[in-house]
């Protein structure tokens, strides 16, 4: 049997409970952020990550040539959207970075779980155990043909042309 124990963590009921506040919370104040679908995502302009500073320098050039700018050109609703993405910038960084920890618990949590019941199927089907794998939903089903003694489908030979 696997020895895998990548994470050993308990979390109380009071945990649990700060945990859901928090993102409750954060549920509450993200509210006026919008939703976007993928659809929608893909069809705004999306600028390169490192076009901040050139956007900075374009809006300073923008209020310097007003005159020359078409009149429905806002430059204070540019400098509101830059100056909101800078501000959510670090929250993101932040919120990333918890998201990426739940995540890597979460997996972790999983695979020691998965690596120990990989034994435990091994050990029942090497004791003749039957039904062992009556469960097995197309996934698992894959998962197994392929890490194990595969079913295979004998693929017929294709003539060679000439």
């Not at 700060?18 to 659809?39: I, R």
């Amino acid at each position: 049997m696997s020895s895998q124990n990548e994470i050993d963590i308990t979390l109380t009921p009071e945990q649990l409970t700060q945990l859901d506040t928090a993102l409750s919370g954060l549920e509450a104040l993200t509210q006026v952020f919008p939703t976007l679908s993928p659809e929608e995502k893909a069809g705004l302009v999306k600028p390169p990550e490192t076009a901040d500073g050139w956007m900075n320098g374009m809006l300073i050039r923008a209020q310097q040539n007003l005159g020359r700018l078409p009149r429905d050109f806002d430059p204070a609703a540019v400098k509101k959207d830059l100056d909101l993405a800078a501000v959510i910038s670090p929250f993101e960084l932040r919120l990333s970075r918890v998201i990426d920890r739940l995540g890597n618990a979460r997996f972790l949590a999983r695979s020691d779980s998965f690596a120990q019941l990989l034994g435990v199927r091994r050990a029942l089907k090497d004791a003749g155990l039957t039904g062992v794998d009556d469960d097995l939903d197309e996934g698992l089903k894959r998962f197994f043909n392929r890490s194990g003694k595969a079913a295979t489908t004998p693929v017929p030979a294709t003539p060679a042309k000439g």
